[in-house]
């Protein structure tokens, strides 16, 4: 069963190819956003709706691993799926380690690709549950009276990188 509200984004500078992916991807029940460029994607960023990106490697401009590392920047929670025909084992690593869902090499296999998606959009939901509960702790610490963040720096466990925590997220999110 699919997502029928997770949108795909589509990072590819072959025009059949992304054709050919979002029918596929269509047809499975998705909604499908495509992107010719990495740049293109970063001027009309993903936002709100629960989704991945497939995202090719090697594109004129910037390439998928340049644009993983911007939106790693600018705090992008979608998982990436890499899609190429150009892969190499370094490549491969450095995505990885960067953070990339996984590494697939055209042409895929149609259910591997889905169940590859489906892995991504369990990520996401987790990621989403993840920022929603570390959001309410913040609001609760922040509502506490100057006493109360005193005593509560005092818990061992807190004053060990928890507390740092919350309040380094209230700091960001008042810039």
């Given at each position: 069963m699919t997502d029928t509200s997770a949108v795909i984004h589509v990072v590819d500078d072959d025009a059949s190819f992304r054709t050919a992916i979002s029918r596929v991807l269509s047809a499975s029940g998705f909604q499908v956003a495509l992107y010719e460029s990495a740049q293109q994607l970063l001027d009309a960023p993903p936002a709100g709706k629960a989704g991945c990106?497939?995202?090719d490697v090697e594109m004129s401009g910037l390439s998928g691993p340049q644009l993983q590392d911007r939106l790693t920047a600018l705090g992008n929670r979608l998982p990436i799926i890499f899609l190429t025909g150009h892969g190499d084992i370094p490549t491969t690593v450095r995505t990885i380690k960067a953070g990339a869902q996984d590494f697939l090499t055209k042409p895929?296999?149609?259910l591997q690709l889905l169940d590859t998606i489906k892995c991504a959009l369990d990520r996401y939901e987790k990621l989403h549950a993840?920022?929603?509960r570390a959001g309410?702790?913040?609001s609760r610490v922040a509502r506490?009276?100057?006493r109360e963040r005193e005593v509560f720096e005092l818990i061992p466990c807190i004053s060990q990188g928890l507390l740092r925590l919350f309040i380094t997220g209230l700091q960001d999110s008042s810039a």
């Open positions: 990106i497939l995202l895929v296999p149609r993840q920022d929603l309410a702790l913040r506490l009276t100057p």
